[in-house]
């Protein structure tokens, strides 16, 4: 059985124009440091599966991590 196959378009490449700035840079990196701490906590039974994802939902909007407070994927803990 023969598949048919959809000829592709192409679109150009478009330079990206959000450059990150130090700020975005520095907040994700907070993030990045609260949620390594919240983990361990979580791993030593101090907190709570609950009490993890409400606390990383916080720090989401206060650091805005580069990838957004929505893109980061938290349901496996």
């Known amino acids: 059985m ?4 959809q000829s592709v378009t192409h679109q ?3 330079q990206a124009s959000n450059k990150i700035n130090s700020e975005q840079l ?7 440091q609260s949620r390594q701490i919240i983990q361990e906590l979580l791993k030593k039974g101090l907190i709570t599966p609950d009490e993890f ?3 990383d939902t916080l720090n989401k909007q206060s650091f805005s991590p580069l990838l957004g407070p929505g893109n980061v ?3 496996r803990f």
């Open 2 to 5: 023969a598949k048919k196959v």
């Open 12 to 14: 150009p490449l478009q």
């Open 26 to 32: 520095m907040n994700d990196l907070h993030y990045q």
């Open 53 to 55: 994802n409400q606390i």
């Open 73 to 75: 994927d938290t349901s």
